[in-house]
């Protein structure tokens, strides 16, 4: 079982930037899929949208809305994810989590799907206020 928590979440102003961390209790040995995803306020009731992931062969994969604003990065030596959040816009506000498969990303459901994720963290709350 691998533990993931989230860090980095907060209210920062149209334009601003946060950095997000996810730290990890274990390593996955094999391939793997470690991403991003958020939930927007009162739409609870649909599926998260994965925002960005990355592969365990360093490949990088973003949803077109954070493309150019938004950098995947991990710490190889801690394990850690970070999430690099440059430009915030409103619609950025939401709930992030930090996810990880067993498999790689681009094997089995699409990385976008919550499905193919075997292990949540509890996320992080992030406002982008105007």
């Known amino acids: 079982q691998v533990q993931l928590v989230e860090s980095g979440g907060g209210t920062v102003q149209v334009g601003g930037s946060l950095r997000l961390s996810c730290a990890a209790s274990k390593v996955i040995a094999g391939p793997y899929c470690k991403g991003w995803f958020r939930q927007v306020p009162g739409k609870e009731y649909l599926e998260h949208e994965g925002?960005?992931?990355?592969?365990?062969?360093?490949?990088?994969s973003y949803t077109s809305a954070v493309k150019g604003r938004f950098t995947i990065s991990r710490d190889s030596a801690t394990d850690t994810l970070y999430l690099q959040m440059n430009s915030l816009k409103p619609e950025d506000t939401g709930m992030y989590y930090c996810?990880?498969?067993?498999?790689?990303?681009?094997?089995?459901?699409?990385?976008?799907?919550?499905?193919?994720?075997?292990?949540w963290g509890q996320g992080t709350r992030v406002t982008v206020s105007s």
């Open positions: 925002v960005a992931v990355m592969d365990s062969d360093g490949s990088t």
């Open positions: 996810a990880e498969s067993i498999e790689s990303c681009r094997s089995g459901s699409n990385w976008y799907r919550q499905r193919k994720y075997n292990y």
